[in-house]
């Protein structure tokens, strides 16, 4: 692959396919990168491209089949985006925290590979946007989708998904003052909220 410092090469990196829906480009985007200047690519596009076909295939992908249009906000980050977003108090975690979620080219510190986005379902938050919602879709992905993390926001029901080789099965939300919905060691925490998602299912059957 050519250097992704240049056009050219970015624009081949854009194109790589990481499923039947999503490409490379479809994360690229930084506000961040966008105002100050910075250009938003990895150093290892190899690893980059490794978690990012994992997060599409085995999580975005069954999302976009069951409830319609994925909607990217925010994904990928280079070490020196995150670094500054972090310093500039923009909602980014310290580096070293965000590797193999919103830097996907970085293992985390045990190892592990991962990729974070931060996506909105519209016709989801169209169909149930009242309060507490959201927690019909948290608890669908986690009876159905081997994800890692979730962390709702109130906006549009926006929410950071994160896949992980090595998945924590944790859900956070800035939504309610109680911030954990589930984790490891919760009596919650195991499959089976089908009373909780019910609803969904039928609205969005296909």
């Known amino acids: 692959m050519r250097s992704l410092k240049s056009v050219d090469g970015l624009e081949e990196f854009g194109r790589v396919r990481l499923s039947k829906s999503f490409f490379m480009r479809d994360f690229l985007f930084s506000d961040i990168a966008a105002v100050h200047g910075l250009l938003n690519v990895p150093n290892d596009p190899a690893l980059a491209i490794a978690a990012g076909t994992k997060l599409c295939e085995e999580l975005l992908e069954p999302l976009q089949d069951r409830f319609g249009r994925i909607a990217v906000r925010s994904a990928y980050r280079s070490e020196e985006v995150n670094a500054l977003g972090n310093s500039l108090g923009q909602n980014c975690a310290r580096n070293?925290?965000?590797?193999?979620?919103?830097?996907?080219?970085?293992?985390?510190?045990?190892?592990?590979?991962?990729?974070?986005?931060?996506?909105?379902?519209?016709?989801?938050?169209?169909?149930?946007s009242n309060d507490g919602d959201w927690k019909k879709l948290a608890w669908w992905i986690h009876d159905h989708l081997p994800y890692s993390e979730m962390f709702f926001f109130k906006k549009y029901w926006a929410f950071n998904l994160t896949w992980s080789e090595c998945p924590k099965r944790t859900i956070h939300t800035w939504t309610e003052p109680q911030r954990v919905l589930t984790k490891p060691g919760m009596a919650n925490n195991s499959f089976g909220h089908e009373a909780d998602w019910a609803g969904i299912e039928r609205l969005f059957r296909k």
């Open 96 to 128: 070293e925290a965000n590797f193999a979620k919103h830097i996907w080219d970085r293992r985390d510190a045990n190892g592990h590979m991962g990729a974070t986005a931060c996506i909105v379902i519209p016709a989801f938050y169209d169909a149930f």
